[in-house]
Nanobody, 121 residues
């Protein structure tokens, strides 16, 4: 019922910036939270930043002060502005949506396909 389209990944040098976008589309679904996870080779998937329906943003300690998550509710789109990027930020970044299917009152998660972010000199 819901599709997520991610964009914005790429290769940047340390200290550079990237902006990721995630557009959600679908029907019979109310979005509660939108956010971002990342997974580097050999590592566990890590929550990066999540925005609740009330506008509260939760960041991982490793990105606080460098990353900014935002959300456009009218467009059902989430963004992740990444500044001062470090090599350790290299990972596949996944957009996700949490919400409820209105007709069945069923909680559901949806995931994007991922976009590669590589930080290297």
């Amino acid at each position: 019922q819901v599709q997520l389209v991610e964009s914005g990944g790429g290769l940047v040098q340390p200290g550079g910036s990237l902006r990721l976008s995630c557009a959600a589309s679908g029907s019979d679904f109310t979005v509660y939270a939108m956010g971002w996870y990342r997974q580097a080779p050999g590592n566990q998937r890590e929550s990066v930043g999540t925005i609740t329906s009330g506008g509260t943003t939760i960041y991982a300690d490793s990105v606080k002060g460098r990353f900014t998550a935002s959300r456009d509710n009218a467009k059902n789109t989430a963004y992740l502005q990444m500044n001062s990027l470090k090599p350790e930020d290299t990972a596949v970044y996944y957009c996700y949506v949490n919400g409820i299917t209105v007709s069945t009152l069923t909680i559901q998660d949806y995931w994007g396909q991922g976009t590669q972010v590589t930080v290297s000199s």
